[in-house]
């Protein structure tokens, strides 16, 4: 599988930003599609995950901000992010899960100025 990420930038605090992550290649089995953040420094984290079932997951630090959309098994997923802030400065990165084997996008930059 491969990932293709779009939609970061530059906003002013508070405002909003949507990415969207597409899978190509081998899509058929794909059980989850989902967003990690990193970083200088520190580990990569957990944004915000969706199942092939429907159920979604989403980090303390976001949860009620960002919103985790789309068809998974088709392997297109959107993370609405609104109230942003200069916390979520990140590079973002799509991933998913396909017979237990992860698969990482190329980072997308996401920048909240105070």
């Known amino acids: 599988v491969q990932l293709q990420a779009s939609g970061g930038g530059l906003v002013q605090g508070g405002g909003s930003l949507r990415l969207s992550c597409t899978a190509s290649?081998?899509?058929?089995?794909?059980?989850?599609m989902g967003w990690y953040r990193q970083t200088p420094g520190k580990q990569r984290e957990m944004v915000a995950i969706?199942?092939?079932?429907?159920?979604?997951t989403y980090a303390d630090s976001v949860r009620g901000r960002f919103t985790i959309s789309g068809d998974v098994a088709k392997g297109m997923v959107d993370l609405q992010m609104d109230s942003l802030k200069p916390e979520d400065t990140a590079v973002y990165y799509c991933?998913?899960?396909?017979?237990?084997?992860?698969?990482w996008g190329k980072g997308t930059q996401v920048t909240v100025s105070s």
């Open positions: 290649g081998s899509r058929f089995g794909i059980a989850m």
């Open positions: 991933t998913s899960k396909r017979f237990g084997k992860d698969s």
């Open positions: 969706a199942t092939s079932t429907g159920t979604t």
